[in-house]
């Protein structure tokens, strides 16, 4: 038998390429929002959301930090998307997917809803579970390590039995301290990670073979 039992991927930038330009849009909007509800020119606003997330991993988490925000009203605001006209469906995606004999979960920074849109538009809503959004975690924010505490809380699964899939190393050191089995899908910034991939649909044939020997050796 296997060890692991859940496979937990990144949203935005990992189960699409940065070349749809969605994150783009979300962040634009973000800035958008603090230069009108800030006052700041957009070019400071742009520099306070670089800020933030080089600080606290998003925005929301500066938000929060500095109190006196409506975080209902950002969250909405910034994923006010119409994500369907960045992406199309992704057959390849699903076949990899559902070739996964594990527990699929999203696990993002964006509120659960948008998640869902986003996985819609790809063609692959039905090949998860659940998705774990920044307010299932109590508003805290990859890299906190808090927030991934409290996603294993909520699947009811030890971090040894998981593994992460993420786009940003920087948000898989956490997992991997905690003991979960990390992949970057950003084969350029490898340190630290076990797995580093050019691409997310060459998450299946790692499961296949590394992870699957692994097993075998009874690790
Ligand atoms: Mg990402």
Not at 91 to 105: E, G, N
Not at 152 to 159: F, M, S, W
Request: aromatic share 8%.
């Amino acid at each position: 038998m296997s060890r692991f039992t859940h496979i937990i991927f990144d949203l935005d930038n990992t189960l699409y390429p940065r070349s749809a330009g969605l994150l783009q849009e979300v962040n634009r909007r973000i800035s958008l929002w603090l230069h009108q509800e800030k006052r700041l020119p957009l070019e400071d606003a742009d520099a306070l959301r670089k800020t933030y997330f080089r600080r606290y991993g998003t925005t929301i988490g500066g938000l929060v930090a500095e109190g006196g925000s409506d975080v209902d009203a950002y969250l909405s605001f910034a994923h006010d998307i119409p994500v369907e006209r960045y992406l199309q469906p992704n057959p390849a995606l699903a076949a990899m997917l559902s070739s996964i004999p594990l527990h699929r979960l999203v696990f993002t920074n964006a509120p659960a809803e948008y998640g869902w849109r986003v996985l819609r538009s790809l063609g692959v809503a039905t090949q998860f579970e659940l998705v774990v959004g920044i307010r299932e975690v109590g508003l805290h924010s990859k890299p906190n390590p808090l927030a991934y505490e409290r996603l294993l809380a909520l699947v009811d699964a030890p971090a040894r039995s998981c593994i992460m899939v993420e786009d940003r190393a920087i948000n898989l050191l956490p997992a991997r301290r905690l003991g979960m089995t990390t992949v970057l899908v950003d084969a350029a910034a490898a340190d630290g990670v076990d797995f580093a991939l050019p691409d997310v649909l060459a998450v299946g044939p790692l499961l296949a073979h590394s992870l699957g020997q692994e097993e075998e050796r009874g690790d």
